[in-house]
């Protein structure tokens, strides 16, 4: 107990000295806090003002939403689903037909 | 985002297409397309099955003697140097074949489309001239034309 010493000023500013020096402050890029200030003013600015970068932005962040990307996800394989069995048929009457023709005309008259 | 999106569709796609086509075509029955194509009442399948089962025996037997007499015309070809006059006889009568199969394949075109109704016999005779004769008239053509031939 009797080593502790009484608080004093200058002992405080040496510390405070010491642990500024120990967290460097990384120094912000230039321009920076001019970006945040846009970044603002865009989100708050109504959406006919918004460029078409802005708006496919805008986009994007909301179909990369989780339940949003799983819908588009349901809504593609359904749609390739859907147009593999329209082609389904198409190429199924191809090969009957070219199996019909190859049990009436022999290989010897074929080209 | 969007290769994820083309991968899923182009995936369900393939596979979709694949099912379907293999249980499609899963009956074996060679018959299948005239049914389908040109909508043949029962009877009328078994009309034209009846003479599809009277070709097949012809067919196989014509098939046979065309592969004999070709097995000759290599013996030929062996046997002597260059078109000797046996290769030219092999030949000839390989022809001869050919074009005897070819008139049966036709005959029997004809009768299959006697058995259906009129417009779809003519509409089967069309599609079978063009995928059995076409193919020849098309190289023909081509050989026709690479050389100068008009």
């Known amino acids: ?111 | 985002m969007i290769l994820a999106s083309v991968a899923i569709a182009g995936g369900s796609y393939l596979l979709a297409c694949k099912v379907c086509v293999r249980q499609m075509t899963a009956s074996g029955d060679d018959l299948e397309w005239l049914h389908r194509e040109f909508q043949l009442s029962d009877a009328e399948m078994q009309r034209v099955r009846a003479l599809h089962e009277g070709y097949q025996p012809r067919c196989h037997e014509m098939c046979a003697r065309i592969e004999a007499k070709k097995a000759e015309l290599e013996a030929a070809m062996t046997a002597g140097q260059g078109v000797t006059p046996a290769v030219r006889e092999k030949l000839a009568e390989v022809a001869a074949l050919r074009a005897q199969c070819q008139g049966n394949m036709l005959q029997h075109f004809y009768e299959v489309s006697q058995a259906m109704p009129p417009e779809q016999g003519r509409r089967y005779l069309a599609e079978m001239r063009r995928l059995t004769l076409g193919f020849h008239e098309q190289f023909e053509d081509t050989m026709s034309s690479h050389h100068g031939h008009h």
């Not at chain 1, 500024?20 to 230039?30: I, K, N």
């Not at chain 1, 970006?35 to 078409?52: K, T, Y």
């Open chain 1, 1 to 111: 107990m009797s080593a502790i010493k009484p608080n004093n000023g200058s002992d405080d500013a040496r510390l405070g000295e010491l642990l500024r020096s120990a967290r460097p402050q990384a120094e912000l890029p230039p321009g920076f806090s001019n970006a945040v200030w846009r970044r603002i003013e865009r989100a708050n600015q109504p959406s006919h003002g918004r460029s078409l970068a802005d708006s496919l932005d805008l986009l994007v962040g909301w179909l990369l939403r989780p339940r949003f990307a799983l819908a588009l996800a349901a809504v593609m394989m359904i749609s390739g689903t859907i147009a593999g069995i329209s082609n389904a048929g198409v190429n199924t009457n191809r090969i009957a037909r070219d199996r019909y023709v190859a049990s009436v005309n022999p290989p010897d008259l074929r080209p």
